[in-house]
């Protein structure tokens, strides 16, 4: 999936690169072990919403391995025209909702598993949010709906990778005790590896009488070294911060560093 996402932001020029490989093991996880759905348009299938909408090229990465889109979708990522997106719309098989305004995924996901529940369905909702979307008082409203009405059968994945689009969360509206605000709000917690699939599927196997969030401590940019590092390689007038591969699009030569690092440890 790293492959991918390097390969198709090269081709495009476009950034939102750190914000799609920190969230690659948790989309592995949930498209690859969990995720029980017989095709994109199976009715009772299990549902999936990425909140935060601007890493949709990680999920279209596992929309084809799952091989709901093709190679050649693939190459279309943010072509004129084009339904594969910066970020993700209905129209692609495998994507339930159109997202990316933030703190709205989460309240979407809510009234799926509503939907599920009176539907006495046993599909599951899954959504992904980041630690920033945690600042939307939507956010904690739909929490305390879920929680209000026991929706149990739905899921939340916190990427928590403690940085967000001006700079680092502890600087923008800090909440380093986001265990704590989650368990008042009436939801199950769990705080895992975000880079460990063994970790993920273990906390998200399970079905709950209440809602439960996953918080998955996640490192901005995994597998690229001076992605991790916020180091601009070729764009050496900026100064080296965390937020730098949120936005840089990546020359050649940061290019084939990335994939020969990605490919090394693949």
């Known amino acids: 999936m790293r492959r991918i996402i390097l390969q198709q932001s090269r081709r495009a020029n476009v950034g939102h690169i750190g914000c799609c490989l920190c969230v690659v ?21 299990d549902r999936f919403i990425l909140s935060k909408g601007h890493a949709a090229l990680a999920l279209y990465a ?13 190459d279309q990522f943010c072509g004129d025209g084009s339904r594969i997106a910066v970020h993700p719309e209905h129209t692609v098989p495998g994507v339930d909702f159109s997202t990316g305004s933030l703190g709205q995924g989460i309240c979407i996901a809510v009234g799926a598993a509503l939907a599920g529940h009176l539907q006495s369905s046993g599909r599951r909702i899954y ?19 879920a929680a209000q ?35 008042a709000f009436g939801w199950k917690v769990s705080e895992v590896d975000g880079h460990s699939i063994p970790e993920l599927v273990a906390a998200l196997t399970p ?56 490919e090394a440890v693949s």
């Open 149 to 183: 009405h026991r929706l149990g059968n739905l899921q939340v994945v916190v990427d928590w990778n403690k940085q967000q689009a001006l700079g680092q969360t502890k600087d923008i509206i800090d909440a380093p005790n986001l265990p704590e605000r989650w368990r």
């Open 127 to 145: 959504c992904l949010i980041s630690d920033a979307e945690c600042n939307e008082g939507s956010t904690w409203e739909a929490a305390m709906f």
């Open 25 to 45: 093991e948790i989309l592995a996880a949930i498209y690859g072990r969990l995720l029980k759905a017989a095709s994109p348009g199976d009715p009772d299938r």
């Open 62 to 74: 596992a929309l084809a391995a799952r091989g709901w889109i093709s190679t050649a979708d693939l």
């Open 207 to 262: 079905r709950n009488d209440i809602p439960h969030v996953i918080l998955a401590h996640t490192l901005f940019g995994r597998g690229v070294s001076y992605m991790e590092q916020g180091v601009p390689l070729t764009q050496v007038h900026l100064p080296v911060q965390p937020i730098n591969w949120h936005y840089l699009p990546m020359s050649d030569h940061e290019f084939e560093i990335a994939m020969r690092e990605v």
